[in-house]
């Protein structure tokens, strides 16, 4: 079974395509929110997966709506592309370093949607981007996924490098939360469903 998804979201503030492929690789990413840009394509790459996604956003008001609509869009499609979760290993997590940075993401794919974050700058920028968007982009994708998304930053003091490290610690994470367990259709619930 194609493990992927393609949807559209627009609104009044945004206008997204995304699509997303657990079984290919490549993609394009393009957002008018540069720094980000490069999280989405750091994420892609990480996760091994094939992402594409076409954002169009007020940013002449803030970057907020698109960064947290993508996130939003992006949750939707892990929901929609991952679909009965037969055989899925559900649980990932993963410690990632990124020269001074420490950062763990754990995710649990179990149906309900959760996310604690702790140690991510809140105040400054990167380039352009505000810091405290990227805890709005982890709730909004965690919330639509309907996974709980459990993100320490452990240590660290350039925020760009803190900032990257979560976003490949969540990729490695759920990369291995949506492989399929070898040889089994079973979900993994004691409830016999997610």
């Known amino acids: 079974m194609a493990r992927k998804a393609t949807l559209q979201r627009k609104t009044r503030e945004t206008n997204i395509t995304l699509t997303l492929d657990f079984d290919a690789t490549g993609g394009a990413i393009n957002t008018p929110v540069g720094f980000f840009n490069h999280m989405l394509e750091s994420f892609a790459k990480h996760s091994g997966w094939c992402l594409t996604i076409e954002a169009a956003g007020d940013t002449h008001v803030d970057d907020h709506h698109t960064v947290e609509d993508v996130g939003i869009c992006l949750g939707l499609a892990l929901k929609q592309a991952i679909g009965e979760k037969q055989g899925m290993a559900r649980f990932g997590s993963a410690t990632i370093p990124m020269d001074e940075a420490l950062a763990e993401a754990v995710v649990d794919f179990g149906g309900r949607g959760y996310c604690v974050v702790n140690g991510l700058p809140r105040e400054g920028t990167i380039g352009t981007f505000a810091v405290e968007l990227t805890h709005e982009f982890f709730q909004a994708l965690a919330m639509s996924a309907e996974m709980n998304l459990h993100l320490n930053v452990r ?31 079973e979900i993994l619930s004691t409830k016999g469903t997610l």
């Open 155 to 185: 240590y660290g003091s350039n925020r760009h490098h803190i900032v990257e490290a979560a976003f490949k610690a969540l990729a490695h994470a759920c990369r291995q939360a949506v492989m399929v367990r070898a040889g089994s259709s």
